[in-house]
Structure formats: structure tokens, C-alpha cells
């Protein structure tokens, strides 16, 4: 049973820092893997999508990769802004399925 | 930017009440998802929808739940006899594929679902 876990579960920076989020999944039997940005009360935000076949992915200061099989994925963001304050969450979508499954997410807070 | 949009953002219904929960997804999209999160817990999957009939399920989608695509633009969420333990925050999601491919989720704001 494919099982996601995100560390560390609470991250508080000050602002310009670079910082990485870690995602590991049990099993490396994956399509894709997606980060999201979740703020208080809302909804899912998708952020980069990882394919299996891929290493990484890029988007502005926001930077994912992925070691398929070793199960990991990270997310590295860089130049912290107090805007990007959210909930990170990690989701892997394992072959031969149609759904997510996420883990219990990185909580950030970036200090003005 | 192409949004999915649910209605409403907030029910309150009493235990063993219907309640139906409505999403529109992308307009080109041809898969349909439903994940709830309980409170302080992680966005669990409930159910996907292809071709008007469901592609997969989990074991929390049990009888009490329901799906349906009525037209061509929505697709809802049905629970026919609510429990407190459904109380959670729903989220309706598309995407142009399924599995594998470039194609990522598109979540909606979410349904805050308060059973009292």
C-alpha cells in the first residue's frame, strides 16, 4: 500500500532564505507526482507536476525532483517571500490508478 | 486561467439529512474526481469519474455516496444519509487525463461540510 510522508511537518524561515520540503513514497510504482500549495481554508493549488519519466521540473523560484527509486521527491524554494506562507503537499498517483495520494503536507511560514 | 467551481462554499445539514454537493468542472476536462480532508488530516480520495461511470473508488465511498454528471458541465457529490463524521472540507477535481501524461489535477475551492 503506497504511503506518503512529508518532512519536517512545520518549517518557519525568515524571509530570503532558500529552503527544501522532502516527500517519500513507499512504493516507486508511480505516473506522476504533483506538489501543491494549500492556504488556510482553501482549496488545492497544483504547483509542479512530475512525470515518471522525468528528473525535474521548474517553475520561477520553485524547483521539484524526483528519485523514483529511491521514493523521493523535494521541493526546493528559493528567495522566501512571507507570500509564500502555506501548506506544501506532495501527491503521488501509483500506476495503474486514477487517484492521489497525499501526504500530510509541510506547513510554511516565512518570517517578513 | 480555466477554474473548477463548486457550490456552496459552506453547508451545515443535520445528521441523517440528503446533502448534495455540486461542482463544475473544466470544460474540456474528461475526468472527474472527488477527495475529502477532515480536519488537521491529510486530502484523502473518494472517487473518479470517466465516460458516466465510475472509474474508481476507495473503501470511504460506500453506498451512502453517490455520484452523477446530470448534464454536460456538472458533476455532484451526493451523501443520502449524513453522519457527524462527514463533516470535512470536499474538493471536486478534473483533469484532461488520467494517468500518466502532462496532464495535472485542477482543484476547486472546496465545500466546507459541517453535520451537526
Known amino acids: 500500500k503506497q504511503e506518503v510522508t512529508q518532512i519536517p511537518a512545520a518549517l518557519s524561515v525568515p524571509e530570503g532564505e532558500n529552503l527544501v520540503l522532502n516527500c517519500s513514497f513507499t512504493d516507486s510504482a508511480i505516473y506522476n507526482l504533483q506538489w501543491f500549495r494549500q492556504d488556510p481554508g482553501k482549496g488545492l493549488t497544483s504547483l509542479l507536476l512530475?512525470?515518471?519519466?522525468?528528473r525535474e521540473q521548474t517553475s520561477g523560484r520553485l524547483n521539484a525532483s524526483l528519485d523514483k527509486s529511491s521514493g523521493r521527491s523535494t521541493l526546493y524554494i528559493a528567495a522566501s517571500q512571507p507570500g509564500d506562507s502555506a501548506t506544501y503537499l506532495c501527491a503521488v498517483q501509483p500506476s495503474g490508478t486514477y487517484k492521489y495520494i497525499f501526504g500530510t503536507g509541510t506547513r510554511l511560514k516565512v518570517l517578513a | 486561467e480555466p477554474e473548477v467551481t463548486q457550490t456552496p462554499s459552506h453547508q451545515v445539514t443535520q445528521m441523517g439529512q440528503e446533502v448534495i454537493l455540486r461542482c463544475v468542472p473544466i470544460s474540456n476536462h474528461l475526468y472527474f474526481y472527488w477527495y475529502r480532508q477532515i480536519l488537521g488530516q491529510k486530502v484523502e480520495f473518494l472517487v473518479s469519474?470517466?465516460?458516466?461511470?465510475?472509474?474508481?473508488k476507495s473503501e470511504i465511498f460506500d453506498d451512502q455516496f453517490s455520484v452523477e454528471r446530470p448534464d454536460g458541465s456538472n458533476f455532484t457529490l451526493k451523501i443520502r444519509s449524513t453522519k457527524l463524521e462527514d463533516s470535512a472540507m470536499y474538493f471536486c477535481a478534473s483533469s484532461g487525463a488520467a494517468q500518466g501524461g502532462n496532464y495535472g489535477y485542477t482543484f476547486g475551492s472546496g465545500t466546507r461540510l459541517t453535520v451537526v
Open positions: 512530475i512525470q515518471s519519466s522525468q
Open positions: 469519474f470517466y465516460n458516466n461511470e465510475i472509474s474508481e
